[in-house]
């Protein structure tokens, strides 16, 4: 296979995206088996109110995935993004608690606030790893702990509380059922198909994840698309941040711890392959309703917190398996 | 010959003369905490700062660890405190019995060690064949203050669920024996008692799902207060201001809640003055005092509305 062959961004044109579609149906049958087995399991299940529940649920982990997905397409991988969640928190909080501000310039500042420490946090993962080449697995391991430390030290260790009553409300405010924050969410899953799919930033970023050495080739500065995937990475831990805060109306320093996890197991089981270059956005967002599907379900049909987490743990192994299987039909 | 002996004669009086000098200086206590990352340690440690200076008597040489099931690092941080000869250990354990062992070690090295907080294990304590004493709440009796509040708020029969800390912890297991013990006095009807491991957002998902399933819930008894707090922010999503709960520990923030009545109550117990207190304690033994038995209780109370 020549180098041309592997850069899509370079011809312009989508790979394939039947296969594309199909992939996403595997997880999507999978997704509509769970939701049926768990409406005849439950006669709650599908009521309108819990819904409301998953779709709120969700969105913490589907806002964080969504960063996900950019970094593991270029091949790498961010373990940091439960504690730099927490750490926007803390630093918006800290805005959103300042004295002698009206309640419209604390909102406006926190959420400023909150939203750069996240991306600034992705910024030095991405330009640390990309810089030195090392593995972004051990770099944003450190940010982990750099991240959960700074934000322990700023708050005190203590739970930052009330804020202005207009931020709360947006937290639990719901339009015909849909939580506000879900909407926030899903608007983020389209830009971020729209990024990936129709622009040229969005091919180079599968362009790496399948053979960075021919990108570099073709005259791409490949160092800043790394720190771009991983700065939007922190974005929407930064965004995940706000959402955590107008939903709780808090923030907790210790806030997050293994929500990186789940953001993982999302895009993983959302079809995107760990070694980069392969996958989607679309699978992510399937990805984060399987696991707050099953999450919620389980709960519902009164099975024991021990096996509910075995489940989990059993879906996504069969997840790789599955992609395993995947990635051998599209080789071919 | 007589050289050796004269070297070694002067070196046991160089070594006799320093031990002099740091017997008269002051006592040092070394306090080995749980997850300075909770709240509730990290008031007890500026606590313990405080009462060190105001005191000033004594020497106060802290160690907190990286997170709840971290006990490696408690363990060698007895070792250490063993190491520099310290006077006395405050300990408040994060594995009541992988904890006993490196204590004991401490007590055989002549070191005063207080237990506080969390219990060490009897049967732990038994077998390696320790007699210590325990500092402490009590857990199980502060859960009840606060499940006795839910019941008589609610009367019998009413139907509630537990929300648990961290499974295995031991203050987790006390704190939901201390909220059985109410469902069994006040004959409530528990429908379901899940852990959301002490985190706010866990515990806001768990009890939305857990309302679904059971729509009829009356009571929620959270084991800590980071836990009611996500309570209360589900049951206003479900705009269900007819259910009633409460907390433990009391913390800055669930203060305004119980002001304004969306909290019933939470339990305080002290956390701040309990490492303080047991310095005091384990100062008391250093100065020849006699040792300390059985359980030191510490203060709880009931926080609520009115």
């Known amino acids: 296979m020549s180098t041309a062959e592997n850069l899509p961004a370079a011809s312009g044109r989508r790979p394939l995206s039947i296969r594309s579609i199909i992939n996403n149906a595997g997880i999507g049958l999978a997704l509509l088996l769970m939701i049926i087995f768990f409406s005849v399991a439950s006669e709650h299940f599908l009521s309108a109110n819990n819904i409301t529940n998953i779709l709120t649920q969700i969105t913490i982990n589907l806002v964080l995935a969504v960063g996900m997905t950019f970094v593991i397409l270029i091949g790498g991988i961010d373990l940091s993004v439960g504690s730099v969640m927490a750490f926007a928190a803390v630093v918006a909080g800290k805005a959103i608690t300042l004295p002698g501000m009206g309640a419209t310039e604390l909102i406006i500042l926190a959420i400023l606030a909150g939203l750069m420490a996240g991306m600034i946090c992705g910024f030095i993962n991405g330009a640390v790893s990309a810089y030195w080449s090392l593995p972004s697995f051990i770099i944003t391991l450190g940010m982990l702990n750099i991240a959960r430390g700074a934000g322990l030290q700023i708050s005190g260790a203590q739970t930052i509380y009330s804020f202005p009553f207009a931020f709360e409300e947006f937290g ?41 050495e021919a990108v570099r080739l073709a005259g791409h500065p490949v160092f800043w698309y790394k720190v771009a995937a991983f700065s939007i990475c922190g974005l929407t831990a930064g965004i995940a941040a706000i959402i955590y805060m107008a939903r709780l109306n808090i923030s907790s320093p210790i806030a997050g711890i293994g929500f990186e996890l789940n953001a993982i197991a999302a895009v993983i089981i959302g079809g995107t392959s760990l070694s980069g270059g392969r996958g989607s956005v679309i699978g992510t967002l399937l990805g984060a309703f399987i696991i707050g599907v099953l999450a919620n379900g389980l709960i519902l049909i009164g099975l024991s917190d021990f096996v509910r987490q075995m489940i989990t743990g059993v879906v996504i192994v069969v997840a790789v398996i599955l992609d395993h299987y995947r990635a051998k039909y599209s080789a071919t | ?66 997170n709840e099931t971290d006990f490696e690092s408690q363990i060698n941080a007895v070792e250490n405190f063993i190491t520099q000869g310290v006077d006395a ?19 055989e090295a002549g070191i005063v060690v207080v237990n506080f907080d969390v219990a060490l ?55 939901r024996m201390g909220f059985e013990d109410s469902v069994a006095e006040y004959k409530l009807e528990l429908l379901d008692s899940r852990t959301a491991h002490w985190e706010t957002e866990e515990a806001n998902q768990l009890l939305a799902n857990m309302l679904t399933a059971n729509p009829d819930i009356q009571g929620v008894m959270a084991a800590n207060d980071s836990m009611a707090i996500g309570a209360v922010k589900a049951l206003e999503a479900a705009g269900r201001t007819d259910i009633k709960v409460v907390g433990f520990d ?20 002290f956390g701040k003055e309990m490492a303080a207190n047991s310095i005091d304690l384990a100062l008391e033994v250093v100065a020849g005092g006699p040792a300390l038995e059985g359980w030191v209780k510490t203060p709880i109370e009931l926080v609520s509305g009115k």
């Open chain 1, 172 to 212: 639990s405010k719901l339009i015909f059922g849909v939580p506000v924050v879900f909407l926030v969410a899903l608007s983020l899953v389209v830009v971020a198909w729209f990024i990936l799919n129709r622009t040229v930033f969005g091919r180079l970023i599968y362009g790496i994840g399948n053979n960075e």
């Open chain 2, 1 to 66: 010959m007589k050289l050796i002996k004269f070297v070694a004669a002067a070196a046991t009086g160089i070594l006799l003369s320093t031990g002099i000098a740091i017997a008269e200086e002051k006592p040092v206590v070394g306090l080995i905490m749980k997850s300075l990352a909770n709240e509730f340690f990290q008031n007890m440690l500026e606590g313990a700062e405080a009462h060190a200076e105001a005191r000033g008597d004594y020497e106060l040489r802290a160690v907190g660890m990286q």
């Open chain 2, 89 to 107: 250990i405050v300990v408040a354990p994060a594995d009541s019995k992988a904890m006993v062992r490196p204590l004991k070690r401490a007590m």
């Open chain 2, 121 to 175: 294990d009897e049967g732990a304590k038994k077998q390696q064949g320790v007699e210590l004493a325990f500092v402490g709440p009590d857990n199980r009796g502060g859960a009840k203050l606060a499940g006795d509040a839910l019941g008589q708020a609610l009367g019998e029969g009413a139907k509630v669920v537990i929300i648990e800390g961290n499974p295995g912890a031991d203050n987790a297991t006390q704190r």
């Open chain 2, 250 to 269: 009391a913390i800055p923030a669930v203060l305004p809640m119980i002001e304004d009545g969306r909290l019933l109550a939470s339990v305080d117990q």
